[in-house]
Nanobody, 121 residues
C-alpha cells in the first residue's frame, strides 16, 4: 500500500502565496518522479510541476516564474511554493508519485486525495 498525504491548501487573496506539501509512505522501492497536478471546475486535470529523482524539474508554462517545486528524496516528500497567485490558479491540487513499489516493477502512478486552493478577494 502506498499513500500520498497532502497539506497546505486554503484561501488566499490575489497576489498572495501558499505552500503545498506531500509525503509518500508505504511499500515503496523507488520513486521515479513526484509532482503536482490541478483540476479546476469544468476542466481537465493538468500538470503543474514535476521533479524527478535526479532533480530535473518541469513546469506548466502558466506557472513558470511563480511556482517552485522542491523534492526531498530521503523524506519522500515534495513541496510546491506558489507565489503571485491569481484567480486562474483556483483548483484542486493533486500530488502525484510515479514509483516502483517493488524492485521487479512495473512503475505505477499514485495520487493524493487533493487539496483545494482558492484565490479570491
Amino acid at each position: 500500500q502506498v499513500q500520498l498525504v497532502e497539506s497546505g491548501g486554503g484561501l488566499v487573496q490575489p497576489g498572495g502565496s501558499l505552500r503545498l506539501s506531500c509525503a509518500a509512505s508505504g511499500s515503496i522501492f523507488h520513486i521515479v518522479a513526484m509532482g503536482w497536478y490541478r483540476q479546476a471546475p469544468g476542466k481537465q486535470r493538468e500538470l503543474v510541476a514535476t521533479a524527478n529523482a535526479g532533480g530535473a524539474t518541469n513546469y506548466a508554462d502558466s506557472v513558470k516564474g511563480r511556482f517552485t517545486i522542491t523534492r526531498e528524496n530521503a523524506k519522500k516528500m515534495v513541496s510546491l511554493q506558489m507565489n503571485s497567485l491569481s484567480s486562474e490558479d483556483t483548483a484542486v491540487y493533486y500530488c502525484n508519485a510515479r514509483l516502483y513499489a517493488r524492485a521487479s516493477g512495473p512503475f505505477e502512478d499514485y495520487w493524493g486525495q487533493g487539496t483545494q486552493v482558492t484565490v479570491s478577494s
